[in-house]
């Protein structure tokens, strides 16, 4: 490993992680969906069509505790903001671009207006990937 690898490692931010998985999420179900570009695109953020069985995502509140679930009230803020963010994109780029510069754009969208996208490693992989790493 040269001494260049760690350091493109750190370099490497949280939200950068969260985009790369966003967008390879949002390409995988724009692929072969028979909704509109941003809106499929917003449904696999939202892990709403065609889930991963490796992420789970969820938009949180900016200030919100991560591990707490969204209150009724809290649910229904964030449908209205993902669904402006939407028809606001929609209506802005047409025809709309690739799968990966629609999430970004719509998690850039969502942010300023106070959520962001959670993703997080499902819990079966997890376990599958401990009980692999032990068996080496």
Do not use: N
Not at 9 to 36: E, H, I, K, M, Q
Not at 44 to 58: N, V, W
Request: glycine letters at 6%.
């Amino acid at each position: 490993m040269t001494e260049q690898a760690p350091a493109r490692a750190r370099a490497c931010t949280d939200g950068a992680r969260v985009a790369a998985v966003a967008a390879g999420l949002a390409a995988l179900v724009a692929a072969c969906s028979p909704l509109p570009p941003y809106e499929s695109t917003a449904a696999a953020l939202a892990g709403r069509h065609a889930p991963s069985a490796r992420f789970a995502t969820e938009w949180k509140p900016v200030s919100r505790d991560l591990s707490a679930p969204l209150s009724a009230d809290e649910s229904v803020r964030g449908d209205f903001w993902l669904r402006s963010c939407v028809s606001e994109l929609t209506a802005r780029f047409t025809p709309a671009p690739e799968g990966a510069v629609r999430a970004l754009q719509i998690a850039e969208c969502m942010e300023a207006r106070g959520w962001h996208l959670v993703v997080r490693e499902s819990a079966g992989l997890s376990r599958a990937a401990a009980a692999d790493a032990s068996r080496r």
